[in-house]
């Protein structure tokens, strides 16, 4: 079974653009989960999306959004970069998204805001 | 609220030598816990679960006790190599959280020949 595919792994962007992610669950998961990873924060929770529904919200501002599609690929979207959304983004997949479910992880997408 | 604590690394250790990885949590209720590993340049590999109090996770080696207690799910390996070289994360899954994870803040291991 294929894993997590993320797209692109590698972005570059200026302040003041926009960029969209994307994530492929795994064959069969619903839930898909989005982390931001930084050298300063650790890794932070972004959201969550379940049958094309966001269940759960980090604490980022209203900049990063996401959605998921009907075959279950997610993407995240973050408006007006800022030099401090340089980062490692994550997104994980698993079956319905209960606790005690095992996250798979994709390789994440390492974006630079210049 | 819900947070991880994990010791501070670098933790650089020859090879053979025993490990241990110090994690405390807080949290309401039994939560999930988990040990991630991170290599160079890839995402975050599952190494151990354990969903309830007194669970033991198990795998590759290493092992941690959900100790509910003392809020505690340290990681250890009884000799490691130097390809268990990377960053550990301690994670808790809240319940009622919905795949979300909450990390702390890693842990580095360097194992030397």
């Known amino acids: 079974k294929a894993g997590v595919t993320q797209t692109p792994r590698y972005l570059i962007k200026t302040r003041g653009q926009q960029v969209t992610l994307s994530c492929s669950p795994i064959s069969g998961h619903r839930s898909v989960s989005w982390y931001q990873q930084t050298p300063g924060q650790g890794l932070q929770f972004l959201f969550e999306y379940f049958s094309e529904t966001q269940r759960n919200k980090g604490n980022f501002p209203g900049r990063f959004s996401g959605r998921q599609f009907s075959n279950s690929r997610s993407e995240m979207n973050v408006s007006t970069l800022e030099l401090g959304d340089s980062a490692l983004y994550l997104c994980?997949?698993?079956?319905?998204?209960?606790?005690?479910?095992?996250?798979?992880f994709g390789p994440g997408t390492r974006l630079l805001v210049l | 609220g819900n947070s991880v604590t994990q010791m501070e690394g670098p933790v650089t250790l020859s090879e053979e030598a025993f490990l241990t990885i110090n994690c405390t949590y807080t949290?309401?209720?039994?939560?999930?816990l988990f040990w991630y590993v991170q290599y160079p340049g890839e995402g975050l590999q599952l190494l151990l679960k354990?969903?309830?109090?007194?669970d033991k996770g198990s795998n590759k080696g290493f092992e941690a006790t959900y100790r509910k207690e003392t809020t505690s799910f340290h990681l250890e390996k009884g000799s490691v190599q130097v390809s268990d070289s990377a960053v550990y994360f301690c994670?808790?899954?809240?319940?009622?959280?919905?795949?979300?994870?909450?990390f702390g803040a890693g842990t580095r291991l360097a194992v030397h020949p």
């Open positions: 354990a969903t309830k109090a007194d």
């Open positions: 994670a808790l899954s809240p319940l009622g959280g919905y795949n979300k994870l909450i």
């Open positions: 994980a997949s698993s079956g319905t998204g209960g606790p005690q479910e095992i996250q798979y």
């Open positions: 949290a309401t209720g039994y939560p999930s």
